[in-house]
Protein backbone atom coordinates (compact mmCIF):
# COMPACT_ATOMS: atom_id res chain seq x y z
CA UNK A 1 0.00 0.00 0.00
CA UNK A 2 1.60 3.21 -1.27
CA UNK A 3 0.73 6.59 1.46
CA UNK A 4 0.61 10.45 -0.42
CA UNK A 5 2.67 8.46 -3.48
CA UNK A 6 5.77 8.18 -1.61
CA UNK A 7 5.34 5.89 1.67
CA UNK A 8 4.80 2.22 1.09
CA UNK A 9 3.67 0.50 4.04
CA UNK A 10 5.49 -2.82 4.53
CA UNK A 11 4.62 -4.56 8.18
CA UNK A 12 2.47 -3.79 10.87
CA UNK A 13 4.36 -2.97 14.07
CA UNK A 14 1.88 -1.19 17.00
CA UNK A 15 -2.05 -0.77 17.03
CA UNK A 16 -3.99 1.32 19.48
CA UNK A 17 -7.36 2.22 20.41
CA UNK A 18 -7.02 4.87 17.66
CA UNK A 19 -4.32 4.17 15.20
CA UNK A 20 -2.21 1.74 13.84
CA UNK A 21 1.84 1.53 13.12
CA UNK A 22 3.03 0.17 10.00
CA UNK A 23 7.08 0.10 9.64
CA UNK A 24 7.33 2.08 5.93
CA UNK A 25 9.60 2.99 3.30
CA UNK A 26 10.06 6.67 1.75
CA UNK A 27 10.35 6.15 -1.55
CA UNK A 28 11.29 9.75 -2.16
CA UNK A 29 14.21 10.07 -0.04
CA UNK A 30 14.82 6.32 0.47
CA UNK A 31 14.49 5.86 3.95
CA UNK A 32 12.85 4.28 6.36
CA UNK A 33 9.66 5.51 8.30
CA UNK A 34 7.49 4.63 10.83
CA UNK A 35 3.48 5.46 9.61
CA UNK A 36 0.58 6.18 11.57
CA UNK A 37 -2.64 5.56 10.04
CA UNK A 38 -5.85 6.55 12.18
CA UNK A 39 -7.89 4.01 12.22
CA UNK A 40 -11.51 4.06 9.82
CA UNK A 41 -13.75 3.80 12.98
CA UNK A 42 -11.60 6.62 14.40
CA UNK A 43 -11.88 8.85 11.39
CA UNK A 44 -15.21 10.13 11.31
CA UNK A 45 -14.93 10.77 15.49
CA UNK A 46 -14.71 14.41 15.20
CA UNK A 47 -12.51 14.38 19.01
CA UNK A 48 -9.91 11.44 17.84
CA UNK A 49 -9.01 12.63 14.77
CA UNK A 50 -8.23 16.00 16.82
CA UNK A 51 -6.43 14.26 18.71
CA UNK A 52 -4.45 12.65 16.04
CA UNK A 53 -3.93 16.17 14.63
CA UNK A 54 -2.48 17.39 18.20
CA UNK A 55 -0.20 14.77 18.13
CA UNK A 56 1.34 15.68 14.95
CA UNK A 57 1.71 19.51 16.17
CA UNK A 58 3.18 18.48 19.35
CA UNK A 59 5.71 16.50 18.06
CA UNK A 60 6.62 18.30 15.23
CA UNK A 61 6.74 21.31 17.31
CA UNK A 62 10.28 18.89 19.14
CA UNK A 63 13.38 18.54 17.51
CA UNK A 64 15.36 16.67 20.22
CA UNK A 65 17.79 13.55 19.93
CA UNK A 66 15.28 11.85 22.94
CA UNK A 67 11.54 12.55 21.09
CA UNK A 68 10.81 10.66 18.21
CA UNK A 69 10.57 13.05 14.92
CA UNK A 70 7.71 13.70 13.30
CA UNK A 71 8.63 13.91 9.27
CA UNK A 72 5.07 14.12 7.36
CA UNK A 73 1.43 14.47 7.85
CA UNK A 74 -1.63 14.73 6.00
CA UNK A 75 -4.79 12.86 4.79
CA UNK A 76 -5.47 9.90 2.59
CA UNK A 77 -7.94 8.24 1.04
CA UNK A 78 -10.25 10.05 3.93
CA UNK A 79 -7.71 8.47 6.95
CA UNK A 80 -5.03 10.99 8.79
CA UNK A 81 -1.22 9.62 8.56
CA UNK A 82 1.80 10.62 10.45
CA UNK A 83 5.25 9.96 9.42
CA UNK A 84 7.87 9.81 12.04
CA UNK A 85 11.33 8.78 12.24
CA UNK A 86 11.79 4.50 12.46
CA UNK A 87 13.54 3.75 15.71
CA UNK A 88 14.61 -0.06 15.61
CA UNK A 89 14.28 -1.56 18.59
CA UNK A 90 12.02 -2.06 21.78
CA UNK A 91 9.83 -0.61 24.10
CA UNK A 92 10.93 -0.20 27.68
CA UNK A 93 7.61 -2.49 28.64
CA UNK A 94 9.87 -5.87 27.64
CA UNK A 95 12.75 -5.05 30.53
CA UNK A 96 12.23 -5.75 34.03
CA UNK A 97 14.35 -5.90 36.86
CA UNK A 98 17.31 -3.92 35.75
CA UNK A 99 20.50 -3.21 36.89
CA UNK A 100 21.05 -0.08 38.58
CA UNK A 101 23.92 1.15 35.73
CA UNK A 102 20.82 0.98 32.82
CA UNK A 103 18.50 2.58 34.86
CA UNK A 104 20.51 5.37 35.27
CA UNK A 105 21.17 6.17 31.58
CA UNK A 106 17.39 5.62 30.51
CA UNK A 107 16.54 8.20 33.37
CA UNK A 108 18.93 10.88 32.02
CA UNK A 109 17.87 10.38 28.89
CA UNK A 110 14.04 10.57 28.77
CA UNK A 111 14.30 13.54 31.35
CA UNK A 112 16.26 15.28 28.46
CA UNK A 113 13.33 14.19 26.24
CA UNK A 114 10.71 15.49 28.72
CA UNK A 115 12.72 18.76 29.46
CA UNK A 116 12.60 19.52 26.19
CA UNK A 117 9.06 19.15 25.46
CA UNK A 118 8.57 21.22 29.31
CA UNK A 119 10.11 23.84 27.82
CA UNK A 120 8.26 23.95 24.40
CA UNK A 121 5.26 24.26 27.01
CA UNK A 122 4.20 20.76 25.97
CA UNK A 123 3.28 18.34 28.66
CA UNK A 124 3.54 14.70 27.53
CA UNK A 125 0.55 13.04 29.73
CA UNK A 126 1.09 9.48 28.89
CA UNK A 127 4.72 8.25 30.03
CA UNK A 128 4.52 4.72 30.44
CA UNK A 129 6.98 2.01 29.23
CA UNK A 130 5.60 1.23 26.06
CA UNK A 131 5.85 5.20 25.09
CA UNK A 132 9.86 5.08 25.74
CA UNK A 133 11.35 3.52 23.14
CA UNK A 134 14.73 2.20 22.82
CA UNK A 135 17.26 1.52 19.39
CA UNK A 136 19.98 -1.14 19.24
CA UNK A 137 22.49 1.21 20.23
CA UNK A 138 20.21 2.08 24.10
CA UNK A 139 19.49 5.56 22.67
CA UNK A 140 15.95 6.27 24.10
CA UNK A 141 13.20 8.23 22.35
CA UNK A 142 9.86 9.37 23.78
CA UNK A 143 7.37 8.54 21.70
CA UNK A 144 3.17 8.80 21.08
CA UNK A 145 2.10 12.32 21.78
CA UNK A 146 -1.38 11.49 20.96
CA UNK A 147 -2.81 12.85 24.00
CA UNK A 148 -0.13 15.41 24.95
CA UNK A 149 -1.25 19.50 25.79
CA UNK A 150 0.13 22.71 25.16
CA UNK A 151 0.21 24.70 28.69
CA UNK A 152 -0.93 27.72 27.09
CA UNK A 153 -4.23 26.04 25.44
CA UNK A 154 -6.54 24.64 28.29
CA UNK A 155 -9.01 23.31 25.24
CA UNK A 156 -6.14 20.94 24.10
CA UNK A 157 -6.82 18.26 26.63
CA UNK A 158 -9.76 17.53 24.42
CA UNK A 159 -12.05 15.52 26.94
CA UNK A 160 -14.95 16.10 29.04
CA UNK A 161 -14.72 17.80 32.36
CA UNK A 162 -13.61 15.21 35.12
CA UNK A 163 -12.14 12.97 32.53
CA UNK A 164 -8.74 11.41 33.05
CA UNK A 165 -7.14 10.61 30.46
CA UNK A 166 -3.34 8.51 30.95
CA UNK A 167 -2.67 4.78 32.00
CA UNK A 168 -3.70 4.58 35.61
CA UNK A 169 -0.58 2.86 37.20
CA UNK A 170 1.92 5.78 35.89
CA UNK A 171 -0.96 8.40 37.03
CA UNK A 172 0.11 11.45 39.16
CA UNK A 173 -1.83 12.04 42.41
CA UNK A 174 -2.90 15.75 41.32
CA UNK A 175 -4.41 14.29 38.16
CA UNK A 176 -5.74 11.76 39.74
CA UNK A 177 -8.18 14.32 41.76
CA UNK A 178 -8.87 15.71 38.26
CA UNK A 179 -6.87 18.73 38.40
CA UNK A 180 -4.65 19.64 35.18
CA UNK A 181 -1.79 18.27 34.17
CA UNK A 182 1.68 19.93 34.38
CA UNK A 183 5.55 18.64 33.71
CA UNK A 184 5.97 17.47 37.28
CA UNK A 185 2.76 14.96 36.27
CA UNK A 186 5.45 13.69 33.78
CA UNK A 187 8.07 13.61 35.96
CA UNK A 188 5.89 11.36 38.31
CA UNK A 189 5.30 8.85 35.79
CA UNK A 190 8.84 8.72 34.82
CA UNK A 191 9.40 7.68 38.41
CA UNK A 192 6.92 5.36 37.91
CA UNK A 193 8.40 4.06 35.35
CA UNK A 194 12.15 3.90 36.75
CA UNK A 195 10.66 2.11 40.16
CA UNK A 196 9.17 -0.55 38.11
CA UNK A 197 12.69 -0.97 35.71
CA UNK A 198 14.45 -1.45 39.01
CA UNK A 199 12.03 -3.93 40.67
CA UNK A 200 9.62 -5.44 37.89
CA UNK A 201 6.46 -4.24 39.54
CA UNK A 202 4.86 -0.51 39.28
CA UNK A 203 5.02 1.49 43.04
CA UNK A 204 1.05 1.20 43.33
CA UNK A 205 -0.93 -1.98 42.55
CA UNK A 206 -4.73 -3.06 43.61
CA UNK A 207 -7.26 -5.14 41.89
CA UNK A 208 -9.58 -2.42 40.59
CA UNK A 209 -8.44 0.82 38.90
CA UNK A 210 -9.86 2.91 41.64
CA UNK A 211 -7.69 1.28 44.08
CA UNK A 212 -4.85 2.64 42.23
CA UNK A 213 -5.99 5.69 42.53
CA UNK A 214 -6.13 5.96 46.21
CA UNK A 215 -2.76 4.11 46.35
CA UNK A 216 -0.94 7.51 44.28
CA UNK A 217 -2.93 9.88 46.32
CA UNK A 218 -2.82 8.32 49.89
CA UNK A 219 -0.08 5.32 50.02
CA UNK A 220 3.63 5.33 50.18
CA UNK A 221 5.45 3.50 47.81
CA UNK A 222 7.53 0.73 49.46
CA UNK A 223 11.61 1.27 49.13
CA UNK A 224 13.29 -0.67 46.42
CA UNK A 225 15.93 -2.04 49.16
CA UNK A 226 12.40 -3.82 51.04
CA UNK A 227 11.62 -5.68 47.79
CA UNK A 228 15.52 -7.00 47.64
CA UNK A 229 16.61 -4.13 45.34
CA UNK A 230 20.30 -3.00 46.45
CA UNK A 231 20.62 0.31 45.06
CA UNK A 232 23.12 3.40 46.51
CA UNK A 233 21.24 4.95 48.94
CA UNK A 234 21.60 8.23 47.14
CA UNK A 235 19.48 6.74 43.65
CA UNK A 236 16.56 5.45 45.91
CA UNK A 237 16.65 8.67 48.22
CA UNK A 238 16.18 10.83 44.57
CA UNK A 239 13.70 8.22 43.06
CA UNK A 240 11.40 8.45 45.81
CA UNK A 241 11.49 12.53 45.82
CA UNK A 242 10.40 11.96 42.08
CA UNK A 243 7.35 10.06 43.64
CA UNK A 244 6.37 12.79 46.11
CA UNK A 245 2.87 13.68 46.72
CA UNK A 246 2.93 17.25 46.41
CA UNK A 247 4.57 18.22 42.65
CA UNK A 248 6.34 21.17 43.74
CA UNK A 249 8.15 18.58 45.82
CA UNK A 250 9.55 16.75 42.99
CA UNK A 251 12.57 18.17 40.59
CA UNK A 252 12.13 19.24 37.43
CA UNK A 253 12.84 17.22 34.06
CA UNK A 254 15.85 18.91 33.66
CA UNK A 255 17.43 18.70 37.24
CA UNK A 256 16.80 14.37 36.60
CA UNK A 257 18.53 14.55 33.31
CA UNK A 258 21.55 16.47 35.19
CA UNK A 259 21.47 14.42 38.07
CA UNK A 260 21.39 11.48 36.47
CA UNK A 261 23.80 12.01 33.77
CA UNK A 262 26.37 13.91 35.87
CA UNK A 263 26.77 10.35 37.81
CA UNK A 264 25.42 11.85 40.99
CA UNK A 265 22.83 8.52 41.74
CA UNK A 266 26.58 6.68 42.63
CA UNK A 267 26.63 8.38 45.62
CA UNK A 268 30.11 9.62 45.54
CA UNK A 269 30.50 12.96 47.17
CA UNK A 270 31.40 16.28 45.71
CA UNK A 271 35.10 17.16 44.67
CA UNK A 272 36.68 19.43 47.32
CA UNK A 273 38.39 22.75 46.17
CA UNK A 274 41.90 22.11 45.61
CA UNK A 275 44.28 22.89 48.41
CA UNK A 276 48.01 23.39 49.26
CA UNK A 277 48.53 20.83 51.24
CA UNK A 278 46.47 17.36 52.35
CA UNK A 279 44.00 18.05 54.89
CA UNK A 280 44.89 15.50 58.13
CA UNK A 281 41.94 13.29 59.15
CA UNK A 282 39.72 15.36 61.56
CA UNK A 283 38.65 12.85 64.55
CA UNK A 284 35.23 13.12 66.46
CA UNK A 285 34.80 15.39 68.80
CA UNK A 286 36.06 13.61 72.32
CA UNK A 287 34.50 14.18 75.64
CA UNK A 288 35.28 17.28 77.04
CA UNK A 289 37.50 15.12 79.99
CA UNK A 290 39.96 13.25 76.96
CA UNK A 291 39.98 17.36 75.34
CA UNK A 292 41.57 17.83 78.36
CA UNK A 293 44.09 15.01 78.60
CA UNK A 294 44.62 15.13 74.48
CA UNK A 295 47.31 17.40 74.96
CA UNK A 296 51.18 16.16 75.10
CA UNK A 297 54.09 17.93 76.98
CA UNK A 298 56.34 19.91 74.86
CA UNK A 299 59.04 17.65 75.29
CA UNK A 300 56.81 14.65 74.86
CA UNK A 301 55.81 16.61 71.07
CA UNK A 302 59.26 17.17 70.14
CA UNK A 303 59.84 13.12 69.80
CA UNK A 304 56.75 12.34 67.43
CA UNK A 305 57.57 12.29 63.96
CA UNK A 306 57.70 16.00 62.06
CA UNK A 307 54.44 14.59 59.91
CA UNK A 308 52.72 13.81 63.27
CA UNK A 309 53.91 17.32 64.96
CA UNK A 310 51.87 19.35 61.63
CA UNK A 311 49.09 16.91 62.61
CA UNK A 312 48.48 17.55 66.24
CA UNK A 313 47.81 21.90 66.01
CA UNK A 314 45.25 21.20 63.34
CA UNK A 315 43.94 18.69 65.15
CA UNK A 316 43.52 20.36 68.24
CA UNK A 317 41.77 23.24 66.49
CA UNK A 318 39.15 21.01 65.04
CA UNK A 319 38.01 20.21 68.65
CA UNK A 320 37.41 24.14 69.45
CA UNK A 321 34.15 24.48 71.21
CA UNK A 322 32.91 24.25 74.44
CA UNK A 323 36.11 21.16 74.98
CA UNK A 324 38.30 24.36 75.04
CA UNK A 325 37.11 26.08 78.04
CA UNK A 326 36.40 22.99 79.97
CA UNK A 327 40.28 22.09 78.50
CA UNK A 328 41.47 26.03 80.23
CA UNK A 329 39.02 25.71 83.37
CA UNK A 330 40.73 22.01 84.07
CA UNK A 331 44.22 23.02 83.29
CA UNK A 332 43.67 26.32 86.09
CA UNK A 333 42.56 24.38 88.30
CA UNK A 334 45.55 21.77 88.59
CA UNK A 335 47.79 24.88 88.25
CA UNK A 336 46.25 25.92 92.18
CA UNK A 337 46.15 22.91 93.18
CA UNK A 338 50.07 22.43 92.31
CA UNK A 339 51.14 25.94 93.23
CA UNK A 340 49.26 25.41 97.05
CA UNK A 341 50.98 21.64 97.40
CA UNK A 342 54.11 23.20 96.26
CA UNK A 343 53.77 26.19 98.75
CA UNK A 344 53.42 23.96 101.83
CA UNK A 345 56.03 21.58 100.85
CA UNK A 346 58.85 24.98 100.75
CA UNK A 347 57.39 26.02 104.05
CA UNK A 348 57.00 22.75 106.09
CA UNK A 349 60.48 21.85 108.47
CA UNK A 350 62.21 18.95 107.12
CA UNK A 351 61.94 17.49 110.80
CA UNK A 352 60.14 18.25 114.11
CA UNK A 353 62.07 19.70 117.12
CA UNK A 354 61.27 16.60 119.11
CA UNK A 355 63.98 15.07 117.19
CA UNK A 356 66.57 17.80 116.98
CA UNK A 357 68.43 19.52 119.89
CA UNK A 358 67.50 23.30 120.05
CA UNK A 359 70.20 25.00 118.11
CA UNK A 360 71.02 28.58 117.78
CA UNK A 361 73.19 30.63 115.28
CA UNK A 362 74.76 33.72 115.66
CA UNK A 363 74.95 35.48 112.56
CA UNK A 364 78.48 35.68 111.37
CA UNK A 365 78.44 39.91 110.43
CA UNK A 366 81.71 39.80 111.82
CA UNK A 367 81.37 41.20 115.91
CA UNK A 368 84.61 40.45 117.57
CA UNK A 369 84.64 37.93 119.81
CA UNK A 370 84.62 37.70 123.61
CA UNK A 371 88.32 39.40 124.44
CA UNK A 372 88.36 40.93 121.70
CA UNK A 373 92.04 39.54 121.00
CA UNK A 374 90.75 37.58 117.55
CA UNK A 375 89.90 38.81 114.17
CA UNK A 376 86.29 38.40 113.04
CA UNK A 377 86.42 34.88 111.31
CA UNK A 378 84.48 35.00 107.34
CA UNK A 379 80.59 34.23 107.23
CA UNK A 380 81.52 31.14 105.66
CA UNK A 381 84.31 30.02 107.67
CA UNK A 382 83.00 30.71 111.51
CA UNK A 383 81.64 28.50 113.32
CA UNK A 384 78.70 28.70 115.24
CA UNK A 385 78.23 29.20 118.89
CA UNK A 386 76.33 26.33 120.47
CA UNK A 387 74.81 26.40 123.88
CA UNK A 388 75.60 23.52 126.24
CA UNK A 389 73.36 22.19 129.21
CA UNK A 390 74.80 20.28 132.20
CA UNK A 391 73.34 18.86 134.85
CA UNK A 392 74.97 20.08 138.36
CA UNK A 393 74.11 19.66 142.15
CA UNK A 394 72.29 22.49 142.16
CA UNK A 395 70.47 22.71 139.25
CA UNK A 396 71.56 22.86 135.40
CA UNK A 397 73.99 25.34 134.08
CA UNK A 398 74.39 26.78 130.73
CA UNK A 399 77.65 27.47 129.31
CA UNK A 400 77.98 29.26 125.60
CA UNK A 401 81.34 27.55 124.00
CA UNK A 402 82.84 28.11 120.43
CA UNK A 403 84.24 25.05 119.32
CA UNK A 404 87.58 26.74 118.92
CA UNK A 405 87.54 28.21 122.55
CA UNK A 406 88.97 24.36 123.17
CA UNK A 407 92.01 24.83 121.38
Not at 75 to 99: C, I, K
Not at 106 to 113: K, L, N, S, T, V
Not at 202 to 211: I, R, S
Amino acid sequence: MLIAGRYRLLEPIGRGAMGEVWRGHDEMLSRPVAVKLLLEQASSDATAAARFRLEAQTAGALNHPHVVGVLDFGQHDERLYLVMELVEGHSLARLTRQPAERVAHIAAQAAAGLAAAHQQGIVHRDIKPANLLLDPHGTLKIGDFGIARFLDDPGAALTATGQIVGTGLYLAPERALGRPAGPPSDVYALGCVLYQLLTGQPPFQADTALGVLHQHLDAAPVPPRDLGVRLPPAFEDFLLDLLAKEPEDRPSAQAIADWFAGGAWHGRAEPLPPSREPAAPVPPPPAPAAVATYRLPAREQRRLPAREQRRRPARTRALGGPGKKVAAMLAGVLLFVGALLAGMTWFAPDRSSAETPQTSQTPATGTPAPGGARSPAPEATRPAAVTVTTDGPHGKHHKKKHPEDDG
